[in-house]
RNA sequence: GGAGAGGUGGCAGAGUGGUCGAAUGUACCUGACUCGAAAUCAGGCGUACUGAAAGGUACCGUGGGUUCGAAUCCCACCCUCUCCGCCA
């Protein structure tokens, strides 16, 4: 959420800066409810003042025995209006609210500005690209061989977008999200979590997945009671854990990685990314998330940044880094890097990790706090990325490390995890 | 799932219709005393909105209701604790 100040004092700059992303905003209704809010609340904390003092002299007269009918006949007279008023101010502030909620959070200044992916720009390549001297398979292909993959009886028991891993390619799968979890908390300084994989909705809409992106979460209704939903990223229950919170601030940054599995219903998504493991409703991710002072979050930014590179990394996965342009990004965003690793088969760089920073937007929702030096309590600055997305790293290993036979090398960084295992091959 | 108790300021804990945004204790901050500290004493000490300020308004789990007036009464919901049952 913007800060409303900000869009009451500034208007202009709000609307241009949101213009960058794309899509306009009508701000006309915004400015109308505004204008009506602020006489109307005016008014109405007026004749609630006049009520209260009121109300406070029928309590002393009565308090002294005497006669209050006069007093109260005047504070009845009171009791249409004021109803009234606060009723229809209610309703304004609800209005104002929804308005506001729906607002994604504003480009950060140095975020290039575009309209969509094609804007987005490279800033830097790491890695060399395997080359192969036999037709290269892509990881469904790979799997199948390995008889590790299979997505037919995964449909059978759920439906399309579903996977079982068997054999060394499950281990594998798992070794990568141990890597992962070891790595960042021995290196990089991360405090490991293990969180609820059902949140509430009080939860999704503090880091903003909701009220505007509900079709893509899957929801799980508990009769009388409101629903709770599956997690579409461990970001959420994470980055939550300071929601109604003030943190001391030498407890600050507060880092944490969780490794979750993560439930996406890739509403409107149909068509895409059918085939493997790319685009999935089940995937498993290691989070990091950070909680930070104001001042310490861009370069939080770029060193949460580099623990995701450091994964592909150790890995030996060729990727570049790209910064999102302001049309590209996502609702709660101010600035994202995304990690696109190289998939040989489909002779490109697809999306493995997203780390953005989020300014006060999701803190705002959250009221996540902390004392400040004055000793008041401020709004923290969020950030998270993907450390990194398990499944498509799984994808990335298989076809990067792919050999003649069919089978799959195991990196170095990872045989220590795979029982020493060096290759995975299809009689293993 | 059954029965009971309870949700108040950083924490503890009073407050069952009226000068209550809320006693008291504790923690914390400032000052005095001290060479310094402890102890003691004095003062301060929730959040948000609004206002130049004085001040005003809202908030006692959440949402409704009753009333001139609600932390206090009524209804619904959420959560916590205790006991019983069941269970990985």
Redesign the pocket.
Known sequence: MLD??LL?TQPEEVVQRLATRGGDIDFAPFHALEAERKTL??R???L??Q??????Q???L??KGED?SA??AE??Q??DE?KASEARL?VLLEDINRFTSALPNLPGADVPVGADENDNVEIKRWGTMPSFDFEVKDHVDIGAGLNGMDFETATKLTGSRFVILQGPVARLHRALAQFMLDTHTAEHGYTELYAPYMVNSASLYGTGQLPKFAEDLFQIPRG???PYYLIPTAEVPVTNFVRDT?TPAEQLPLKWVCHTPCFRSEAGSGGRDTRGMIRQHQFDKVELVQIVTPEAAAEAHEALTRHAETMLEKLGLPYRRIVLCTGDMGFSAEKTYDLEVWLPAQNTYREISSCSSFGSFQARRMQA?FRNAQ????LAHTLNGSGLAVGRTLVAILENYQQADGSVRVPEALQSYMGGLKVISAQA
């Open positions: 409303i100040q009451r609340q005016q109405t904390q007026d609630q003042a009520r209260n003092s009121l109300s406070k029928i309590g002393m009565k308090g209050a007093v109260m504070v009845g009171l009791g004021l209610s009388e009671s409101e003030i706090r000793g008041k309590p401020e």
